[in-house]
């Protein structure tokens, strides 16, 4: 077994033994391990001499070379590129270098390939391309930046990704190329031009996706997350992916993982193998007893998403006052916020960073893309020390996907960017009184939106396109707000105390006074004797013992470029509360919130014009899950990957304002071409359920799907949207499995 000039050395894992010619030399002094795990043997290799490393399960025999290292007359170090297995051995081989060994035998001699490190591999047969073009390694970061370009994932928005393609993968000999991916957006157009291997798309694809009985290639991509910390502290993952709707199996996963870590020597084990879509886990979950016999690290998606130091949410810069809120401080359109827990609402404010994950669908964030507020989630970002120094100042915050810049700011920039990003008229939005009578749903249509609100404009418009999933109910116009509020001579009020010096000064007045006015208009409003015989006739209309769900509807949500997600305040009225009055009287005050004000405020919208319509239907029951979809895929926008983006959670705790800590389901659903049907890719699981559940089924996705693709085509009509058009909608899952639809708005980009 051991050649003159060839030495052998078997390493079992946890136990090391040397093989040698005649006991000279190059025994291995120590093991150790890397600082990411991997095992490095320690060992004498003089200058004429490299090393290669090999790996198998069985002590016969020698399979595919995995490293290798150059000697220099002084102690050599070589790493197994793979994180540790259960069992195994290493092989050691020590040639000469006057010899002409070719390891991949590729022609080429593993000196020749060695001396042009960089552009050649040793241990990849693929021929030698342009590095303009790409590469058959990747020996430092800063090829893979070279190589790298920006794409989004699901989960991860613009983050770095380098394509590749092994070809041959079913043989003995199979070859892998990183393709310059901001020169080639697609992995056959790269085969074609830089590899001179496809001359037709058809042919290639047949060989490269979806079928693993006759698969000859493997296409994906290298992704790098640096936001990612593992167990041991350590920050940065680089996950191998492969196109979501392609069940690559383990057979090729493997050879994937192990010439591509090979390639990579700088990863030193930050790397994983990603099932990055339902197709893929099922399969991965299927042979996962294969998995944890072989040298793959698998990362699943709750552990890559769950584990992220930060999260970009809505990139920008902004100006404002630094500061920790840990209670229930007064905030402002001037403040740069840190929240330790994710609030139910917010009012308007320059920046935001939040100590916990949130979903791009929590009313946090909605709020964020509706006002250009940068956003992000920071790991520990209240004892940071870039942030804790600047606490209190006036700072400027940038937000990128890689990461927050923050630094101090004077007064003269922070007021020319407010000058800047505010209106510089008042608008005064539309308000139709004509309509003096409370209407069905039946009998609402589009138009109506300026008497009754676009949000029970569009709910009516969703009980004729989606009748079953819409529940059935009246609109009360703006009418009725604007006869109550002059009948208790508020709208006075209201003007004194707009127009009072300290409540334009100071937000903790403002914030004051607006509570004790909603209170006045709750409890001394009096509504009209007509207007009590209308909401009683309302009341009436519904079931006894039914309770009845009060929601609001006004001029100023909902809107294309304004959804005012979370501004307003719905209500559900029992049968024990008495008058509907009570309840209305609560919606009504609602526009008279904190945060609305603030909203409106920034805006520079007319509060006076501002008005309140109010949707009274039947309360829901037996809610088994909730959630809010947006019907494109937000990740990949544009034609060709149509889909929706959807989250969903557990029973009444709401996606939109989550119980503090809850997690939703999120997923995004696409059609993802190559004729495929549609593929779900989980981000998130729920934590609000057994690990490794689902909270919608493969076929409730898809179902909510389908409704999803009307609510699109007939909103988007409505509205003349362009290619970018989608809507966001809120559902919910009943007792019986049936779906509501419960209210429908544009998304804000």
Known sequence: MTALINRNVLVFFPLIFLLSDKGKGNEILHASRSPGGLIQLHFPLNSDEYAVLHRDDELTGIKRAINFVRGNGKIAIISDPAPMPKNGFLRLQIHKNFQQIDTDGDGLSDLTEMDSQGLMNPLNPAPVIGSSMGRINIPDKQ???????????PGSANISEVKFVIYDINTQSPKLYFA???????????????????????LFNSHTYFTNSRRRNAAGSIVYHPNYRN?????????????????????????????????????????????????????????IDQYRKSHIAVIESENLF???????LNTGECFGKLRLITGTQTMSSRDIVILRNIPNDITHVAGIITEQNQTPLSHINLKAKQNGTPNAYLKNASTDPRIIPLIGQNVRLSIDPDGIEIRPASQEETEAYFDKIRPSKTSFPQRNLSYDRITQFSNLNFSMSSAFGSKATNLAELSKILPSLTPDGYAIPFYFYDAFMKHNGFYTEAEQMISDPLFQSFPSVRENRLKAFRKKIKETGILPNWMLDALGDLQNS??????????????NEDLQGFNGAGLYESYTHY???????????QVWAGLWTYRAFEEREFWRIDHLTAAMGILVHQNFQNEIANGVGVTKNIYMPGPGWEGHYVNVQIGENLVTNPDPGSIPEEYVIANLGFESNY?????????????GQRILSRGQA??????????????????????????????????????IIKQARPWVE
């Open 143 to 153: 090829t893979y930046e070279f190589l790298s370009h920006r794409d989004n994932f």
């Open 542 to 555: 519904f079931p006894e013992n039914t309770s009845i769900r009060a929601r609001s509807s006004t001029n």
């Open 306 to 312: 769950g584990n992220s130091t930060y999260n970009a």
């Open 679 to 691: 593929e779900i890719q989980y981000i998130r699981n729920s934590n609000q359920i057994e690990s």
């Open 702 to 739: 898809l179902r909510l799907k389908d409704y999803m693709n009307i609510i699109h085509t007939h909103f988007k009509n409505l509205y003349r949207g362009n290619s970018n058009f989608a809507m966001e909608l809120e559902f919910k899952l009943v007792g019986n499995g049936r779906f």
């Open 231 to 287: 167990s041991s502290g350590q920050s940065g993952i680089y996950t191998v992916e492969f196109w979501p709707s392609d069940p690559v199996a383990f057979r090729f996963v493997e050879i994937s993982f192990e010439m591509i870590a090979s390639s990579m020597p700088f990863l030193d084990g930050q790397i994983a193998y990603h099932p990055s879509s339902e197709t893929q886990r099922t399969l991965y979950r299927s042979e």
């Open 575 to 585: 049968e024990e509360e008495g008058h509907f009055a009570k309840t209305a009287k």
């Open 180 to 202: 310059n991916s901001k020169r080639y957006q697609y992995h056959y157009t790269f085969s074609r031009d830089a590899v001179n291997r496809y001359s037709s798309n058809s």
